[in-house]
DNA sequence: TATGAATGAGGGTTCATTCAT
DNA sequence: CATGAATGAACCCTCATTCAT
């Protein structure tokens, strides 16, 4: 029962995240949503409470996700540029891989009221938590510059390579993604010394 | 007769920058502007076709202005160093003291169907252009890698810039975001070498 | 479920014939239909496209039923004639019993642009092949004199039925339509000789 | 200055009569008409009260004209058959001549509320009335039958050359209109008989 | 739980009419 | 008399949400 459950809220949560990528969040209807999870669309209202509420907790899955992905990763690197890179690494292989995802970043992260966004930057702080303690261990071990203010580098990253992934997308994803990974690792460890 | 014309196409423009960047572009009903612009809804359909319309006028007039500066600007700069210096400095003095066109900015640019955003990207990329005028000149004098791609480094400059701005704004401009002129300018130059 | 779904249907229908004979296309909104049929104006839409499509429907259920009615009515005469007579009968019978289609026609049939008469006139002429046939008999049999030329006869035949109908309309209904079959069938049978 | 002023009154009106003819009611806009007339939007209002009013001055200038054209022709026929003749061909030698108001006849006369169709039928009835006299006359001749209702026979005649006019405009004008003058005489006035 | 038919508020756009010049 | 810029009421259609089954 508490499976089941679990597996309607996934099937709308997975289809929420593929029309939301692909229309953006007015232009996902629910019907078109509950079409794409198998469902009628007054199901939907069973699970969530209203249209926002799918988006937020797409975004809270989703982020919840990677984020954890990206701290196992960081556990095995042994020093701060070895972490900078697996960072980018694990960011552009999870995009490639995760296109709807990558997708939802762009069309919707920026597009909503401030007061949605709060809401929503709730669950990217994790991620950018993860980044600025990268930052802050590589300010005290002598890696980087020690006038480096972390949450201003932290922002200088992630909209570089935040920017890397949406110009890849906008381009059709007519090139690898990954194969960036070493040009822009360099560019910012570069920035940070 | 003509300066009249002017002065309430103008008016708004005025008003559909600020409500736009306000309520983004779903959100902005045409009364809204008309209000703001002091005009009756009807009116707006004088000046502009739709409300598609007046969004891409925005962009094309805000943009064209910014990187008009901006070309003025770089004539004026010695080398490649001090031209990313002048990037970044107009850039964020721009952005502090256009506080609507910041948030249109990232309210919009990335949230409309490809057809539209094609449209607009059409205004972007003189400024985009100019960024790796800039760059391809540091290379070949040597200020910069001679390895660099340049539109990859483009995007990485860019997306770090506009990171800081949208956090700035975010954050409800608690700080002066032309104070941080200086700390990013040396990420990106060091980060370019 | 079916039978509810015909039923909305056909209060729809129903309801879109009055306004549409009342106010016209142009004067009949969505809101006065659906008022009229006793749903909410979002409802016509889960039944029809869009305004068109709700007026084509009524001409193409309406006009097929006429011409079944006709169809079957006219296997029975005997000669051409009695067809001519039946002809009539049954158009101003059936016009005196359903004066809202009466109406649709004189206000409706001629009032619009090319693409749509031309898809109305989709469902008119089965009924005027059926005058044609019965006219190209009347010729072959020498019940009709033989230099009649089919199309043009039935044009003739046709416009003196419409205009008795339109008048009696017209005049606010105040004589019956049925008695004047006889006078205009005999005008019409000798005009045929 | 009254003579400018007739001038633009005309000028008015024969822009009306195409535009009306071509788009209909509902689909001429003031704006058409004034450019079509030359004059400015406002212009108009100072010789109509609004756009019916221009609608109706337009029938009944050119109702009246036709009329007049009748009645002069009509006193020169010497029986009721070449009258009847000769209201066939006056009929649609104007028509052919005049397409204008042959289309604004089939595309207006019949779309309007009730209310603006007896406005309307008040400029057709002279001619209505022509048509009656001759009727009546034959009828005291003993060219028609004696017990012919002269009303009732009068909308015979006028729907079914009517018909024809409405028949060749809808086919594109692709065949004379005034070769069809003697098979419909011939019909109509064997009808009569 | 699940359904999907029904709801009705909301918004972009048109255009007849007005009025300051 | 003439202009045409400005007005704002009116209307079709969409779609998030509800609720009877």
């Keep these: 029962m508490a499976r089941k459950k679990i597996d309607k809220t996934d099937a709308i949560l997975q289809a929420a995240l593929k029309v939301f ?21 007054g199901t939907i209202y069973l699970y969530f409470q209203n249209k926002e509420d799918i988006l937020t907790t ?6 919840t996700g990677f984020t ?7 556990k095995e690197t042994l020093n701060a540029d070895a972490a900078i890179h697996a960072i980018c690494e694990i960011l552009f292989t999870f995009m ?7 997708y939802l970043n762009i069309v919707e992260l920026r597009q909503h009221p401030m007061e949605l966004r709060k809401e929503i930057s709730q669950y990217t702080s994790p991620f950018f938590r993860l980044i600025e303690d990268v930052l802050q261990k590589g300010k005290e071990e002598g890696a980087f510059r020690p006038n480096l203010e972390v949450k201003h580098a932290r922002r200088l990253l992630f909209g570089a390579m935040d920017q890397v ?29």
């Design 21 to 41: 990528a692909e229309h953006g969040f007015n232009g996902a209807q629910i019907s078109k949503i509950a079409k794409e999870a198998g469902v009628a669309d």
């Design 165 to 193: 992934i949406s110009s890849w997308l906008i381009s059709g994803r007519k090139y690898s993604l990954t194969s960036l990974i070493e040009s822009t690792t360099e560019f910012l460890i570069k920035g940070l010394k």
């Design 68 to 74: 954890q992905l990206l701290t196992d990763r960081l």
């Design 96 to 102: 490639e891989e995760n296109v709807h995802i990558a």
């Design 58 to 63: 797409v975004y809270r899955t989703t982020l």
